[in-house]
């Protein structure tokens, strides 16, 4: 199964943008934790299995002094790139203003999954083995905490993240696809895993409502799940109680959030009435349709982030 974006639509606006380093809030680094790499945005590769990879690192400027960062791991969609995905997301700037270590990924031929034959999304052994390698090498590197280790990314990306979070259960703590939560087949069994999902209802390139022909562009026999059948199944991983609780945001955004769930765990869908193939808060794209201003994706990303897992502080 193969998910594609109109990434040259979402290139034309973003190519315009530039993003750059906000100022970070303060954290700390654990005793002995030497990060390596200057802060800032640069463009790194490393190995993975004799092949250079590329990715995009964005770095907090402020020391680290006691506490280690929290990394994402931040997917672009189908046939986009890793720059395009840094300024559309936001959070290539607004991640290390956080205190968040960013790394955009820079997939191979444009793409995170390599089977158009398949029902579901499924990461490509290659990108699979690049999104490992990342994860060890910046723990190795910077001062990284793993506990808080998360994935996100749109439409494609989306997949990915939804994707790792069944196969790398165990090294993330929370993931957040926009536009894509639907295209991984569901996995129940595993540690309860966070999850903030964003769709649009009148998504063309994944249909909200699943079904038959759900990606554009698609084979017409890819039936998905509904993106709140998806969400739910999610919520069923993590033993939360069966019925959400839904929350109006402004005119466009209903918020339906999952209660009680096992070991602090949190699953939450952001719905966008009318809203089109776009990540919520972002640039407009019109010939992704309606983008909306109701909510910040990212802002509502990094917010979740930073709460899950929830401190020991934290009531349950």
Known sequence: MRVLVAAALVGAWVTAASASPAEPAPAG????????ASPGIS???IDVQGVPRQYRLAVPSEPT????????LN?????SNDVQQAVYSQLEEKGPARGFVVITPLSNLRLWDDKPELNFFEASDANLAFTSALIDNTTASLCIDTKRVYATGFSSGAGMSAYLGCKL????AAI???AGVNVVAPCPHGKPMSVIAFHGTADANVAYGGGPGAIKGGRPDIDLPSVETAVQAWAGRAGCRTKPASQAIGTE???????????GAGVVLYAVTGGGHTWPGSIDAPMLGHT??????????????AHHPPSKNAKS
């Open 253 to 263: 955004v209903q918020r339906i959030a999952y209660r009680g769930c096992a070991r």
């Open 176 to 178: 957040a696809p926009v």
């Open 169 to 172: 259960s165990r090294q993330l």
């Open 29 to 36: 680094r654990a005793s002995g934790c030497e990060p390596s």
């Open 43 to 45: 463009t790194q590769t």
């Open 292 to 305: 909306t201003q109701d909510i910040n994706a990212a802002d509502l990303i990094l917010d979740f982030f």
């Open 75 to 79: 997917f672009h969609g189908g046939n």
């Open 65 to 72: 002094g006691k506490r280690p960062r929290p990394l994402i």
